[in-house]
């Protein structure tokens, strides 16, 4: 098939890149020609690991192309894809304006004859009806559509896995017809597919997320429980963990979740909660232990610490990926700033991202033993796999005073004590 992605994030770059792998033709609509120049080069602008050899590999067999225009790629198009952000409004809820803006330009240029149009961004329920809406007023007369509901369930760090071998693909459409091209589109995934009506496609993913967010956040107020009791909260998800009703997986402590997904869909949930008269309290549970479990871990920092240079290492959200959206790093290394501290921070992928937001407001180490020298603490806030294999007596001597805060609980607590570090973890 031939088909459009408006949007080339996380989202749009990596779904676009693996359809043109299986074989469609896929044009990827931006709106910034020095972005399009960059993609059209092969350089997919954001790090995904894998990512850039399989677009160039699409780029050299012509399956997929770059552009600002949406005249041919949407005119040649039998599904469109809106992967725009949506990101929160200050109120928590989602804002839309991109999807509606973009829905506007993709209905001016649908074909004569039958094409999908199909969210992939996060939207709230009722918006891919808007979406139909506007469409219906813009199009040609011969051009016919119908809309799909198609959430996107990847997560960043193992985006091209989750795409190509994802657990389940969503179809919500009121159209068989789209339904149909949809199945046609997907069947060489091999996945389960739900079919179901626009709604629930949205609330879908909603909840998927919100489940998630729940998870560590459970995990996170037994960490408190712990750490007020003496247990040690890994035996304690361990044990619960094996309950096939619960599951192990997600349930990690630490220092929250963050990136560009579950906080703001938390939020948004909670605000379309509020709009239908939903009771939110269990969201609204859910997002303030997280920010509880960021202010956990700055406060042990605060109290362990006795000097006034701080070394991060991670700034990422989660390991894998550059994106320090809604990063719990971030959140933390301003307070640290605020409150007279210094910081040098190292990360394999995020920095630049990272100096893009904060700027020179501290320094950025090249390597994670350069990082700690001289420092008084060191913080971890991302559990990236290159942290758990490095040489922590070599740490210790750089150091000035050896004293770890692990926030994603990646060391063994007692071999670190034997090294001579102080160490504080989370829940344990
Ligand atoms: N990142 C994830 O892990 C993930 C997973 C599932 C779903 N989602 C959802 O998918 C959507 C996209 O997420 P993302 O992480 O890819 O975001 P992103 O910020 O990485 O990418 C958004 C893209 O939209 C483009 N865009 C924004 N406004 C535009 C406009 N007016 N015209 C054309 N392009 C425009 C941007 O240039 C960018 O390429 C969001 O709704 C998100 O909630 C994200």
């Known amino acids: 098939m031939t088909i459009t992605f408006?949007?080339?994030g996380y989202v749009g770059l990596v779904t676009a890149t693996v359809f043109a792998d299986l074989g469609n033709k896929v044009y990827v609509v931006g709106h910034t020609p020095e972005k399009i120049e960059r993609l059209k080069k092969g350089d997919p602008i954001i790090f995904e690991p894998g990512l850039a050899e399989l677009?160039?590999?699409?780029?050299?067999?012509?399956?997929?192309?770059?552009?600002?225009?949406?005249?041919?790629?949407?005119?040649?198009?039998?599904?469109?894809f809106i992967a725009v952000g949506t990101p929160p409004q200050t109120s928590g809820a989602a804002d839309l304006s991109a999807v509606f803006t973009v829905a506007e330009k993709v209905g001016k240029h649908l074909k004569k004859g039958f094409t999908v149009v199909s969210c992939k961004s996060t939207v709230t329920i009722g918006t891919n009806q808007k979406v139909a809406e506007i469409i219906e007023s813009v199009k040609q007369k011969d051009a016919d559509f119908a809309i799909a509901s198609c959430p996107?369930?990847?997560?960043?760090g193992t985006a091209l896995a989750n795409t190509q071998h994802p657990d389940r693909v969503v179809i919500g459409s009121d159209s068989k017809k789209a339904i149909d091209v949809m199945v046609a589109l997907h069947s060489v995934i091999d996945a389960p597919k739900i079919i179901t009506n626009l709604a629930s496609a949205e609330l879908i993913k909603y909840t998927a997320n919100a489940m998630l967010a729940m998870k560590i956040s459970f995990a996170n107020l037994i960490a408190l429980y712990s750490e007020k009791t003496g247990a040690n909260v890994e035996s304690v998800l361990d044990a619960v963990g094996l309950d096939?009703?619960?599951?192990?997986?997600?349930?990690?402590?630490g220092v929250g979740y963050g990136g560009s997904c579950f906080p703001k869909d938390v939020k948004a949930l909670i605000q379309i909660g509020k709009s239908l008269g939903v009771d939110t309290m269990l969201l609204e549970g859910v997002d303030t232990v997280n920010s509880d479990a960021r202010e956990n871990v700055l406060q042990k920092i605060l109290t362990s610490t006795q000097g006034k240079h701080i070394a991060v290492w991670g700034l990422s959200f989660k390991p894998n990926t550059d994106d320090v959206r809604?990063?719990?790093?971030?959140y933390i290394i301003k307070d640290l700033l605020q409150k007279g501290f210094t910081v040098t921070a190292y990360d394999p992928e995020a920095i630049p991202k990272t100096k893009a937001v904060l700027k020179d407001t501290i320094s950025y180490a090249d390597n994670p033993y350069d990082c700690v020298k001289g420092a008084s603490a060191l913080v971890v806030l991302t559990e990236w796999n290159e942290f758990k294999e490095l040489d922590?007596?070599?740490?210790?001597?750089?150091?000035?005073?050896?004293?770890?805060?692990?926030?994603?609980?990646?060391?063994?607590?007692?071999?670190?004590?034997?090294?001579?570090?102080?160490?504080?973890?989370?829940?344990?």
């Open 326 to 330: 809604e990063s719990p790093a971030l």
């Open 6 to 8: 408006i949007g080339h």
């Open 244 to 253: 096939k009703r619960i599951g192990r997986v997600f349930m990690n402590p």
């Open 152 to 156: 996107e369930f990847l997560s960043q």
């Open 392 to 428: 922590l007596s070599k740490v210790k001597e750089l150091m000035k005073i050896p004293n770890i805060i692990d926030g994603r609980n990646i060391y063994d607590s007692e071999k670190t004590k034997e090294l001579g570090f102080a160490y504080s973890g989370v829940g344990r």
């Open 55 to 80: 677009l160039q590999k699409n780029l050299e067999a012509k399956r997929i192309h770059f552009t600002t225009e949406y005249e041919t790629a949407v005119g040649e198009s039998d599904v469109v």
